[in-house]
C-alpha cells in the first residue's frame, strides 16, 4: 500500500504564487512517475504536470511557462510550484504517483492518488 499526503493548498491574489508538495510513503521499489492534476466544478479532473523517471517533464499549455514541476527522490516527494497564479487556476490540485511496491514477497505496480488540496486565487 503507498500512501500520498498533500500540503500547500490555499487562498491568493492573482498574480501570487503558492507551493504544493506530495509525499508518497509505504513499501515503495521504484516510483515511475509523478504528477499533479486539477479539477474546477464542473469539470473533468486533468493533467497538467507530470515528471517520469525523475527526468522528463511535460505540462498543459495553460500552465506551461507560469507552474514548475520537480521532485525528492531522497524524500519520494513531487513539488508544484505554481506562480504568476490567474483566477482560472482555482482547482482542487490531486497528485498521483505511479511505480512498483513490494508485496507478498514480489513487487506490483501501483497508482496511488493524493487526497487533494483547494487552490483558490481571488482579489
Known amino acids: 500500500q503507498v500512501q500520498l499526503e498533500e500540503s500547500g493548498g490555499g487562498e491568493v491574489q492573482p498574480g501570487g504564487s503558492l507551493r504544493l508538495s506530495c509525499a508518497a510513503s509505504?513499501?515503495?521499489?521504484?516510483?515511475?512517475?509523478m504528477g499533479w492534476y486539477r479539477q474546477a466544478p464542473g469539470m473533468q479532473r486533468a493533467l497538467i504536470a507530470r515528471?517520469?523517471?525523475?527526468?522528463?517533464?511535460d505540462y498543459a499549455d495553460s500552465v506551461k511557462g507560469r507552474f514548475t514541476i520537480s521532485r525528492d527522490n531522497d524524500k519520494n516527494t513531487v513539488y508544484l510550484q505554481m506562480n504568476s497564479l490567474k483566477p482560472e487556476d482555482t482547482a482542487v490540485y490531486y497528485c498521483?504517483?505511479?511505480?512498483?511496491?513490494?508485496?507478498?514477497?514480489?513487487?506490483?505496480?501501483?497508482?496511488?492518488w493524493g487526497q487533494g488540496t483547494q487552490v483558490t486565487v481571488s482579489s
Open positions: 509505504g513499501s515503495i521499489f521504484r516510483i515511475n512517475a
Open positions: 515528471i517520469i523517471s525523475g527526468v522528463s517533464t
Open positions: 498521483n504517483v505511479a511505480g512498483s511496491h513490494y508485496r507478498g514477497g514480489g513487487f506490483e505496480s501501483f497508482s496511488s
